[in-house]
C-alpha cells in the first residue's frame, strides 16, 4: 500500500513565525500535492511538484512557499505565519505522467495564534 | 480554471436505503473523476474512479455513473451500511504544466442512521 506520512498532527504556532509542514512518500511517486482543507470549501490546491526542484502554483499558493530537494519529500512552508492560514492541511502524491490516483495522508492540523 | 459543484452537502439515510450524491463539472476537457471518502481524523481515501470514456463503473456496494454531455457525475452506495458514514468529495481531473490536477467538491457528509 502507498504510505504518504505527514510529520505532525496537530501544530500550534504563533503569528508571524516560520512553519514547516513536512510530508514523505514511500511508492517513488514522481508528483506530490498540497492541499488546504476547510469546511464547506473542500480541499483547494496550494502547490504542486511533479520532479525533484519543480515546483507549479496551485489555486491559492499567497503566502506559502514549497521546497523538494529529494523525490520522496515535500515541505510546505508559511513564511510567515497569519490567523486565516489556521487550517487542515494534506499531503497526496501519485505516480507518472497521469498522475491517477492522488493517495493521501491523514493531514496536518495546524492553528495559528 | 474547473469548477466543481456537490450536492448535497448532508445527506441522511436509513440502514439498508441507497445513497446518491451529485457532482457537476464545468470543463470539458476533464477527463478523470475519483470520488473520495473521509472518515473523521483520517485523510481522504479513494474508493473508486472513471475516466471519460466509460459511462458507468461499479465495485460491489458502490457505482458511479458519468454523462459527459450533461457534465455530470454521480456516486451510488446501496444496502448502506453504519461504516458508511463519513464525508465524500468528488473530484474532476484537469492537466497544468507538469500533472493531473484535481479539483473538489465541497463534499458531502453522509449519516447512515441504524
Known amino acids: 500500500d502507498v504510505k504518504v506520512t505527514q510529520s505532525s498532527r496537530y501544530l500550534v504556532k504563533r503569528t508571524g513565525e516560520k512553519v514547516f509542514l513536512e510530508c514523505v512518500q514511500d511508492?517513488?511517486?514522481?508528483?506530490m500535492f498540497w492541499y488546504r482543507q476547510d469546511p464547506g470549501l473542500g480541499l483547494r490546491l496550494i502547490y504542486f511538484?511533479?520532479?525533484?526542484?519543480?515546483?507549479e502554483k496551485g489555486d491559492i499558493p499567497e503566502g506559502y512557499s514549497v521546497s523538494r530537494e529529494k523525490k520522496e519529500r515535500f515541505s510546505l512552508i508559511l513564511e510567515s505565519a497569519s490567523t486565516n492560514q489556521t487550517s487542515m492541511y494534506l499531503c497526496?502524491?501519485?505516480f507518472g505522467t497521469g498522475g491517477w490516483p492522488q493517495h493521501f495522508g491523514d493531514g496536518t492540523r495546524l492553528s495559528i495564534l | 480554471g474547473e469548477n466543481v459543484e456537490q450536492h448535497p452537502s448532508t445527506l441522511s439515510v436509513q440502514e439498508g436505503d441507497s445513497a446518491v450524491i451529485k457532482c457537476t463539472y464545468s470543463d470539458s476537457a476533464s477527463n478523470y473523476f475519483p470520488w473520495y471518502k473521509q472518515e473523521l481524523g483520517k485523510g481522504p481515501q479513494l474508493i473508486i474512479d472513471i475516466r471519460s470514456n466509460v459511462g458507468e463503473k461499479k465495485d460491489q456496494r458502490i457505482a458511479v455513473t458519468l454523462n459527459k454531455t450533461a457534465k455530470h457525475f454521480s456516486l451510488h452506495i446501496t444496502e448502506t451500511q453504519p461504516e458508511d458514514s463519513a464525508v465524500y468529495f468528488c473530484a474532476a481531473s484537469i492537466w497544468r504544466t507538469g500533472a493531473n490536477n484535481l479539483f473538489f467538491g465541497t463534499g458531502t457528509r453522509l449519516t447512515v442512521i441504524p
Open positions: 497526496a502524491s501519485s
Open positions: 511508492m517513488d511517486h514522481e508528483n
Open positions: 511538484s511533479y520532479d525533484v526542484k519543480m515546483k
